[in-house]
C-alpha cells in the first residue's frame, strides 16, 4: 500500500483514464478524471463506506494512468479501455443487439424507404422497432397506404421515362419513373409518410380500411385479407400510445434499480408518445451511481446510435454524459431529470419498477450466471492450484482435413465468458500434413509473436492457456511457449476422460463431473472445436486451397513434408525455381517438375 500511496502523491492535476490493477495484473477497473490526482486519491486516502468500492480498493495492487487533453478524450479512451479489458467492476453491456431502422434520404428527387441498421448524417431516420412490431411491419403497413417507390433506380428530374414495374399495377407504387406523378406530388406522399413515422396513424388507417372495402367488394378476398392484417399491426402500434404524452414527443428513460448486491438498468424507448420497447439489462458490479448511468449510457448507444431527442434521467450528475451525448450526436439532444410527479417522472418510476421486477423475477438466474462465471473462475484457480485468477482464459485448437485445409482456432474468455469478439483463427503455413505438434508451435509462435499488437485479441497476455489434448500437446506447447518466457498457467484437456494435465506433472488431475470448473474449461474447449471445425468447412467450401501442394498429382504427404521441412510455407514453394525444386532432398525430378509447372500455371 506505501508504493501505492506514493504514486498517488506523484499523480498530475490533469484529466486522465486510470486503471486498477490486482495482484496478477489483471485490469479490474477502468475510470476517468477531471484530475486525476484527487480522483485517484480519494480510493486510498479515505474510508470507503459503499461495499463494493471497498471490496474493490482492497484487491488493488497497483494502477496505471493516462492523461489526456479533456474530458472528450478521456472519455473516448476509458470506453476503448473497458471494451478491451472488460473489468470486472465496470458496467459491461451484454446485449449488443442492434435493432433496425427506417430510413428515408430526402435530398434524392422521389425518396425511398428502406430497413437500415447503420446510420450516417445524410439521411432521416425512424425508430428503433421493438417488442412486437418490427421496422419490416412498419414499411408493410406503409406499402399498401402509401404509393412510394421500392426500386434503387436513379430517378433524376431529367432521366428519361421508363416502363412501370409491377408494383405499379398492384397499386403500390405511383412510378416516378415513368413520370406518372410529380416530383411535387410525390413529395406530399412522403410528407404523410413521414407524419405516420412520427407517430399520426389516423390517414393510414383511413387508407387502409377504404382499400380493404373496396377489395372486399370486388371479391378480392386475399387482398382483404393482407389490408386486414395491417390494420391488426397497427392496432398494435396504436395500443403502446401513452394518452398523457401527445403523439410528437420522443424519449429514451433510464433508471436503475438495485437490491446491494444485484442491480438492473431499465430503458423505456418511446417514439411519437408510443411505448416502442422496454428492455431491462443486469447489473452485477458498479461502484459509483454516476458512474453506472455514464457507463451503461455510453455502452447503450454504441449498439442503439439513434439517440432520442429527450433522454430522461433521475437525479445524478449528468455533465460526463451530456458532454459524450453532444460529441457523438449530429443534433441537439435534451438530458432531463423531471420534477416529482411530473409525466416524465412517472416514466422514471415506470422503468424502476421494470428494473425491480427484473431482479426479483430473475435473480435466481443471475446468481447461476455469477457462478458459471467468476465464480468459475475463482473455483477454477483453487481446483487446480493455479498461480493466479484465470480471468483471461485462451484455448487453442487444430483441425484438418486428412492433412490439407489445416488451419488453428483461438477463442477467449473473460471473466468466464465467451469474449467473441476477441476470437482469432489461423490458416497454418509451415505444415501440409497431418502434424499436430507442428501446426500448435506454429499458432503459440504466431500469437506470442504478437504480444505488442494493436489488435486487442493479442495484446494482453492470458492467465491460462488451454490446449486440446493430452501430454504430448502440452509439453509441445510448454517448450514453444516457454521460449517467449511465458511464465503463467498453462494445462491440456484430454477429450476422452475429460483429464486435465499440468506441467511437470505426470497424473493427471481429474474435476468433480458437473463442477462449474470443469464446465469452464469444457466451454473453452467446444469452442475452440467448434470454431476449428467452422473455419475448416469454409476453406473447404470456397476452395482457398485450391492448387495447393494436395492438388498436384504425385505429390503426398511424405513429399510435402520434405518442401515444408525445406522451404518453411507455400508461398515460397511457389516462387521457388525448377532447380530449387530439384535439389530438394526427398523430391524426384519428375514430381518436381509437376510441382513447378502447377504453380506457375495458377501464376497467369
Known amino acids: 500500500m506505501d508504493i501505492i500511496l506514493d504514486k498517488v502523491k506523484r499523480l498530475p492535476n490533469d484529466a486522465g483514464v486510470y486503471i486498477m490493477k490486482d495482484k496478477d495484473e489483471n485490469v479490474i477497473y477502468v475510470g476517468k478524471a477531471k484530475n486525476l490526482k484527487k480522483r485517484?486519491?480519494?480510493?486510498?486516502?479515505?474510508?470507503?463506506?459503499?461495499?463494493?468500492?471497498?471490496?474493490?480498493?482492497?484487491?488493488?495492487?497497483?494502477?496505471?494512468?493516462?492523461?489526456?487533453?479533456?474530458?472528450?478524450?478521456?472519455?473516448?479512451?476509458?470506453?476503448?479501455?473497458?471494451?478491451?479489458y472488460k473489468p470486472y467492476y465496470n458496467i459491461l453491456l451484454k446485449d449488443s443487439k442492434t435493432y433496425a431502422y427506417i430510413k428515408v434520404n430526402l435530398k434524392e428527387d422521389y425518396p425511398r424507404f428502406e430497413i437500415s441498421r447503420r446510420l450516417n448524417k445524410n439521411d432521416k431516420y425512424f425508430g428503433p422497432y421493438m417488442a412486437g412490431v418490427t421496422a419490416r411491419d412498419i414499411l408493410s403497413i406503409m406499402d399498401y397506404a402509401f404509393p412510394l417507390r421500392k426500386c434503387k433506380l436513379d430517378l433524376k428530374e431529367n432521366k428519361k421515362p421508363q416502363k412501370p414495374c409491377l408494383f405499379k399495377e398492384m397499386h403500390l407504387c405511383s412510378a416516378p419513373c415513368a413520370k406518372h406523378i410529380s416530383k411535387q406530388e410525390y413529395m406530399e406522399i412522403v410528407k404523410d409518410a413521414i407524419n405516420f413515422l412520427k407517430g399520426d396513424t389516423k390517414k393510414v388507417e383511413e387508407i387502409l380500411k377504404q382499400k380493404m372495402q373496396i377489395a372486399s367488394d370486388s371479391e378480392n378476398f386475399e387482398t382483404a385479407l393482407l389490408l386486414r392484417d395491417r390494420l391488426k399491426m397497427l392496432e398494435k402500434l396504436k395500443s403502446k400510445v401513452i394518452t398523457s404524452l401527445g403523439n410528437l414527443v420522443d424519449y429514451d428513460v433510464f433508471n436503475l434499480s438495485t437490491s446491494g448486491e444485484y442491480s438492473a438498468m431499465c430503458v423505456l424507448v418511446i417514439r411519437g408518445g408510443k411505448l416502442q420497447g422496454v428492455q431491462t439489462y443486469d447489473i452485477l458490479s458498479y461502484l459509483d451511481e454516476t458512474e453506472a448511468y455514464t457507463q451503461f449510457i455510453m455502452q447503450y448507444y454504441n449498439s442503439h446510435p439513434l439517440i432520442a431527442e429527450e433522454i430522461i434521467l433521475p437525479q445524478v450528475d449528468t455533465s460526463e454524459i451530456e458532454v459524450y451525448i453532444n460529441n457523438k450526436s449530429y443534433k441537439k439532444i435534451t438530458i432531463t431529470k423531471p420534477k416529482i410527479d411530473s409525466v416524465?417522472?412517472?416514466?422514471?418510476?415506470?422503468?424502476?419498477?421494470?428494473?425491480?421486477?427484473?431482479?426479483?423475477?430473475?435473480?435466481?438466474?443471475?446468481?447461476?450466471?455469477?457462478?458459471?462465471?467468476?465464480?468459475?473462475?475463482?473455483?477454477?484457480?483453487?481446483?487446480?492450484?493455479?498461480?493466479?485468477?484465470?480471468?483471461?482464459?485462451?484455448?487453442?485448437?487444430?483441425?484438418?482435413?486428412?492433412?490439407?485445409?489445416?488451419v488453428a482456432s483461438m477463442v477467449v474468455l473473460i471473466n468466464g465468458e465467451k469474449a467473441t469478439n476477441m476470437y482469432r483463427k489461423f490458416k497454418i503455413e509451415t505444415v501440409d500434413f497431418i502434424d499436430d505438434f507442428a501446426s500448435m508451435k506454429e499458432v503459440l509462435t504466431r500469437r506470442m509473436e504478437k504480444l505488442t499488437s494493436d489488435d486487442i485479441s493479442f495484446s494482453s497476455l492470458p492467465d491460462l492457456i488451454i490446449i486440446d489434448g493430452g501430454k504430448g500437446q502440452l509439453s509441445s506447447a510448454v517448450e514453444i511457449l516457454d521460449g517467449f518466457g511465458y511464465k503463467n498457467d498453462l494445462v491440456s484437456l484430454a477429450k476422452r476422460e475429460e483429464e486435465v494435465f499440468k506441467p511437470h506433472q505426470s497424473r493427471s488431475i481429474m474435476l468433480s463431473k458437473g463442477s462449474f470448473s470443469l464446465r469452464l474449461i469444457q466451454l473453452a474447449r467446444d469452442e475452440a472445436h467448434r470454431f476449428a471445425i467452422t473455419f475448416n468447412r469454409q476453406l473447404r467450401a470456397k476452395g482457398m486451397y485450391k492448387g495447393g501442394l494436395e492438388s498436384i498429382k504425385g505429390v503426398g504427404p511424405t513429399t510435402r513434408r520434405a518442401l515444408l521441412g525445406k522451404f518453411r510455407t507455400i508461398e515460397n514453394i511457389k516462387n521457388a525455381t525448377l532447380e530449387e525444386l530439384e535439389n530438394t532432398k526427398g523430391v524426384s525430378k519428375p514430381t518436381a517438375s509437376e510441382i513447378f509447372k502447377h504453380f506457375q500455371k495458377n501464376k497467369k
Open 40 to 84: 485517484v486519491s480519494q480510493y486510498f486516502l479515505r474510508k470507503q463506506e459503499h461495499v463494493k468500492v471497498r471490496k474493490m480498493v482492497e484487491k488493488v495492487a497497483d494502477f496505471d494512468f493516462f492523461v489526456v487533453n479533456d474530458e472528450v478524450d478521456a472519455l473516448a479512451l476509458e470506453n476503448n479501455l473497458i471494451k478491451k
Open 344 to 406: 416524465k417522472y412517472k416514466l422514471l418510476e415506470m422503468a424502476e419498477r421494470n428494473a425491480h421486477v427484473h431482479i426479483d423475477k430473475n435473480l435466481d438466474r443471475t446468481i447461476k450466471h455469477e457462478n458459471e462465471s467468476m465464480g468459475a473462475v475463482r473455483q477454477l484457480k483453487k481446483d487446480l492450484d493455479l498461480s493466479r485468477e484465470p480471468k483471461r482464459i485462451e484455448c487453442y485448437d487444430i483441425s484438418h482435413t486428412y492433412g490439407t485445409y489445416t
